[in-house]
């Protein structure tokens, strides 16, 4: 005996496929598939930056400490969830590629935040150095076109910025871009 398709789930999937064309029109992407996220190309890198930093555990953080490595700073905030699965994206990636990459992240907000940030990392079980940063220092600092949060920014092992993005960048697109500069 056959069976005929229900005319309700065809109105499913007829619906299904609109919201995919209506997404499609957007811009919006769902597609699990994205393509490798790759560091430019050698001609187009930057200069090395300058920086040394101090970690709210007192521990430097330099272009000296972190050369001949890659380094992957998180630009976050205590206060957003996006920040928060940056952070742990963050986690992922240190306990992947240190001691081969160096992991930082560099938390915009006023020094009186310090209790707040040791919290923070205390909560979620940081284990990288957290430099808490003024965003007003911020806009003058060698990370000035790091403009919002949560963003991820690369530098390769002279400490050259290979690779951003602004948004949250999760561990496997962070892990790929770290594969091209090896």
């Given at each position: ?13 007829t619906a299904i496929a609109g919201v995919s064309c209506l997404g499609a029109l957007a811009g919006v992407s ?56 940056l952070a742990n994206y963050l986690k992922t990636v240190a306990r992947e590629h240190v001691p081969r990459t160096n992991v ?79």
């Open positions: 005996m056959s069976r005929r398709v229900r005319p309700a789930f065809r109105s499913i999937a769902c597609s699990a598939a994205a393509p490798p996220a790759k560091p430019p190309a050698a001609a187009q890198k930057e200069s090395p930056l300058q920086f040394d930093l101090e970690a709210v555990d007192g521990t430097r953080v330099s272009s000296e400490t972190t050369r001949a490595r890659n380094t992957v700073i998180g630009f976050i905030t205590t206060y957003d969830l996006a920040s928060q699965a930082v992240a560099i938390v915009l907000e006023a020094p009186e935040s310090l209790p707040l940030v040791k919290a923070f990392a205390t909560t979620i079980r940081i284990k990288y150095p957290l430099v808490l940063v003024e965003p007003r220092d911020h806009a003058r600092s060698v990370f000035k076109d790091m403009k919002s949060v949560p963003s991820v920014l690369i530098l390769d092992r002279e400490g050259r910025p290979s690779w951003r993005k602004n948004g949250i960048v999760e561990a496997k697109e962070i892990d790929q871009v770290l594969r091209g500069l090896e």
